[in-house]
């Protein structure tokens, strides 16, 4: 594991609104602390650098570990996950009609929501409760 300087850590964090650049969970709601990821691991020959780091929860880190590609469930080809710096996520993903599940709307989207595990049992429960209470923090209020 690489260390990180505090006032990078704290660059990171605002970047991403303390909410994981995958899930998009926030770190208030969640209970746990999150991580910074290397975007391209460091076995991949990544950097410890803000252009390569991002917020994570520890799920959706676990699960990523030094993945860089990952197969579509719909193609069954490999694809790049998502690049939380590169990418922009509304391009890939969108939310179900009732908040509770991310979608992929396209191979790269898919790909990332299958190895990461997006819409795990426990996350779609909690963001049903997120939206009952009204704390769903992707919902327009």
């Known amino acids: 594991m690489a260390y990180i300087p505090a006032g990078l850590r704290a660059k ?15 770190e208030q709601l969640m209970g746990v602390i999150f991580e910074i990821d290397h975007i391209i691991p460091l076995v991949e020959g990544g950097k410890t650098q803000e252009e390569n780091l991002c917020l ?3 799920t959706c880190n676990r699960y990523k570990a030094s993945h860089v590609v990952a197969t579509d469930p719909l193609t069954q080809k490999l694809y790049s996950i998502f690049h939380p ?3 922009k996520w509304d391009d890939h993903f969108h939310w179900s009609n009732d908040f509770t599940h991310l979608l992929g709307r396209t191979a790269t989207g898919r790909a990332t929501i299958e190895l990461l595990k997006m ?16 704390l769903h923090p992707l919902i327009e209020k």
């Open 56 to 58: 994570c929860c520890p």
């Open 85 to 87: 710096l590169l990418d």
């Open 119 to 134: 819409n795990r049992p426990i996350l779609i429960e909690l963001r049903s409760y997120w939206k009952e209470l009204g």
């Open 12 to 26: 990171i964090r605002h970047k991403f609104h303390d909410a994981c650049a995958y899930c998009r969970s926030p």
